[in-house]
């Protein structure tokens, strides 16, 4: 009988759990339930595992995209002029993007909705409902900014390594007076180190190679697993040659390959994406856990 199992709320006591970046996202930014249904799993485990990979997952995509609505709403004068441009942001190429942030807002405005008159008078005087609202966002966004990044490691008892990806990965900051944040380098690929994913690949080779037949099985894949086919066909070619480097955009593409194969051994691989991990870890033997 395979090791691998779908659990839904019930995870196996006294075990490790490695949690993956859409867990820590939901976890790190989202409302209250969602925190609450999270820790109602993981409290089943005695040992809660992630890595810096998953670390850089959510600089460059989740957190940087709270960076730029932070910054929005002190460069534009107005909330409604903070509206425009989350409009213009396309829904295609930047989905991701603007799903987290069209998230950020509803849960903003649910916060500060029932907000009354005399309440915005008493601490902020003459002020009107649109500049109140934009001081609100202005504080709001920034905490999670920073409470987000603070929380990242006490989530965990231990944050792994494998790849030694992006060693050098700082927190947003601000510059001087500006009062916007930047998250620069937003990737690894302005990092100062260099990793050792093209090892990491060698030393499990066999590994990613039998999740490459278990994905090249699946019926009409979608376009982020045709692109995980893709790059894993050619990182495991690369890594023959010693003078051939791993592109970075083959490295994102099997982002999701990279962590369940980084998660410990025995550990439970706790995500929000069925869809993509289930067949990752069928083909590795490795245990998956969703509450979706």
Known sequence: MPQWE?????????????????????????????????????????KNITSNYVRMEFKKGPLQYLVYLHNKTITCKSMSEVHQAISKLSYGYQRHRLSTVLEQIESFYKRYYQTKPSEIIKEYGDLSLDDFLREKAISYFGNLIRNSWRNFEKVVDELINETECFTDIQAPYKKGTNKVYRN?????????????????????????????????????????????????????????????????????YCSDAIIAVEAPPKASIFHNNKQHYEPICEAIEKKSISYN
């Open 6 to 46: 779908t659990l839904i709320l019930q995870p196996d006591k006294n075990k490790e759990v490695f949690i993956e970046t859409s867990i820590m996202t939901d976890y790190l930014i989202k409302d209250r339930a969602t925190k609450t249904k999270v820790d109602k799993i993981l409290s089943a485990f005695d």
């Open 184 to 252: 620069t380098p937003t990737t690894c690929k302005s990092s100062s180190t260099k990793c050792r994913l093209k090892d990491f690949f060698n030393e499990n080779h066999y590994t990613f190679g039998d999740m490459l037949k278990k994905l090249q099985e699946i019926d009409s894949p979608d376009q982020e697993t045709i692109n995980r086919i893709k790059s894993l066909k050619e990182i495991l070619r690369l890594i023959k040659f010693r003078n051939r480097e791993i592109q970075v955009k083959d490295c994102w």
